[in-house]
């Protein structure tokens, strides 16, 4: 079993990724004292790969993107390195870090609302980020613009463009948040539960447009979801969060046939088959999360956990590879 020369999550520095995560940790400060929402994560994303990223409500999901785009609360900090392109991106000064988000870091979220103006049409969205980003004139950027509707498959997009946000349908303004996030055709894509929103026909077609886009234009992307099948559908790998650290890291594959962390085996309980439709929400385990004002010595699960051993408490277990590209944080696998 191997624990320094992982290949993943942590990675060796020779080829650098396009994304290297290392020792990250975002703490708030707030009037109750500090709130560590990510601890010590560490992984890398290589070009055209997809992570999936899920964990209940709290597990650090969106903080841990908000504070690789520099997108975090006021009240909030993060620490650690976070690599982008071999460039690091903790530290770097907001006009830069605006650039790279604008240009090569596209991000959609639930609700496409946070990202347009009401009071703007498409077209005045779309053209102004490719002539401030892009340099580009009106025209051109018009042009390309539609391009990108189309892509999304919105019909009638010349005209489409004219419109205000309000005019579209939730699933079109969806594909109006992708088509924007992706005008400047980033080389990665943040998506924070950008179909949870969405009726399952709709939601089908985003992830389907999603890999159809991926492709063409070799995107790599994190989708945070809590929707198994979304994982399923798009990811490559998938990471599962507990109080802000890795609990597991395994290809998509391998984390439903082998789940490994009982974590994982509890929110995959009572999943239907995935090639089957149904409910694919993940299972809800008794307990609560732990308290991120107090984060205990141990592994944080300890308390939910039913196979806790002794040593879980008192100690943070490490992320093992236990199986290539496999990793889980367990004493219990470390024992075996
Ligand atoms: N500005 C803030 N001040 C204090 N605590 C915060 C702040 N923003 C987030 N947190 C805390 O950070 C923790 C992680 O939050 P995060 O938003 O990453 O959860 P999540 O995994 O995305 O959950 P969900 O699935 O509900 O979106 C939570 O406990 C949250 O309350
Ligand atoms: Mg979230």
């Known amino acids: 079993m191997k624990t320094t020369q992982a290949t993943k999550p942590a990675g060796d520095t020779r080829n650098p990724p396009l994304l290297e995560v ?23 994303l290589e ?21 690789i785009i520099n997108l975090l609360a006021s009240n909030g900090h993060a620490r650690g390195s976070i690599r982008f392109r071999g460039q690091e991106l903790i530290g770097m000064k907001p006009r830069e870090i605006n650039r790279i988000r604008g240009n090569r870091i596209g991000m959609i979220f639930q609700d496409p609302m946070t990202c347009l103006n009401p009071y703007l049409t498409i077209e005045r ?12 004139d009106r025209k051109t950027a018009r042009q390309q613009s539609i391009g990108m509707l189309d892509a999304v498959h919105i019909p009638d997009a010349a005209n489409r463009l ?36 969405l009726d399952v026909t709709v939601q089908a077609q985003i992830i389907q447009l999603m890999n159809e886009l991926q492709k063409e234009f070799g995107m790599s992307i994190i989708m945070i979801t809590h929707d198994l099948g ?7 790998n998938v990471m599962v969060m507990y109080g802000g650290r890795i609990c597991e890291y395994a290809p998509v594959f391998e984390l439903f046939q082998q789940p490994r ?74 024992e075996s």
């Open 22 to 44: 290392n020792k990250l940790r975002t703490v708030f400060r707030t009037n109750d004292g500090e709130v560590y929402a990510v601890n010590d994560l560490s992984f890398r």
């Open 47 to 67: 070009k055209g790969e997809t992570l999936g990223v899920v964990g209940e409500s709290g597990s650090g999901k969106s903080q841990l993107v908000l504070s």
């Open 125 to 136: 969205q779309m053209t102004e980020v490719l002539m401030l980003h892009q340099g580009m």
């Open 162 to 197: 004219k419109r205000y946000p309000h005019e579209f349908s939730g699933g079109m303004r969806q594909r109006v948040m992708i088509a924007m996030a992706l005008l400047c055709q980033p080389d990665l894509l943040i998506a924070d539960e950008p179909t949870t929103a």
């Open 230 to 236: 979304v994982i399923a559908g798009i990811s490559d």
């Open 261 to 334: 962390h009982p974590y994982t085996r509890g929110l995959l309980q009572s999943v239907p088959r995935l090639d089957l439709a149904g409910n694919m929400r993940l299972h809800s385990i008794p307990g609560n999360p732990p308290n991120l004002l107090e984060l205990p010595a141990g592994c944080a699960f300890a308390d939910r956990c039913e196979q806790r051993l002794e040593i879980c408490s008192r100690e943070q277990p490490a992320l093992r590879e236990l199986a290539p590209a496999h990793f889980s944080a367990c004493h219990r696998e470390a």
